[in-house]
């Protein structure tokens, strides 16, 4: 092998390990951007939306609404990575929402907040 080819090896496999690690910490930082979900309710249909894993607040929100896919969907509740949401609704239509670390405490709060007799929870989101 000639003294170019050596050179040309060298630098190639330089510059194979330094790009290496940056790849390597490219990932995690990934890893670490929080991911939020949503719920959004039909007050006059009682129909409800769910949305997780979205890039965006926003986002979550305004899937949560298309999913729910009635004109007066609203998006109540928005979480983001480690949180969980529940919306309740009484036999009278009033409506509760709560937020927690986990999902039976957040269904637990959301009947809890409830003005209404008799609230039943009607859906619940985590965001991993």
Same mark, same amino acid.
């Given at each position: ?6 050179? &040309?090896?060298? &630098? +190639?496999?330089?510059? &194979? $390990? +330094? $790009? ?9 930082? &990934? ?13 006059? +249909?009682?129909?409800?939306?769910? *949305?997780? =894993?979205?890039? *965006? ?5 305004? $899937?949560? /609404? ?6 007066? !969907?609203?998006?109540? /509740? ?5 949180? !969980? ?16 670390? =986990?999902?039976?405490?957040? +269904? $637990? =709060? ?7 007799? =008799? ?6 989101? !985590?965001?991993?």
């Amino acid at each position: 092998m000639n003294s170019r080819v050596r050179q &040309l090896i060298r &630098l +190639t496999a330089t510059a &194979l $390990a +330094t $790009a290496a690690p940056t790849i390597a910490f490219a990932a995690p930082a &990934l890893a670490d951007s929080p991911a939020y979900g949503a719920i959004a309710i039909s007050e006059s +249909t009682g129909i409800t939306g769910s *949305s997780w =894993n979205f890039d *965006s607040a926003s986002d979550a929100r305004s $899937a949560a /609404v298309d999913y729910c896919d009635i004109s007066d !969907c609203y998006a109540y /509740v928005t979480v983001e990575s480690g949180w !969980c949401a529940a919306v309740a609704r009484a036999s009278n239509g009033d409506w509760s929402w709560a937020r927690a670390s =986990n999902r039976a405490e957040a +269904t $637990a =709060n959301a009947i809890g907040a409830s003005s209404g007799p =008799n609230p039943i929870v009607q859906t619940s989101v !985590c965001q991993d």
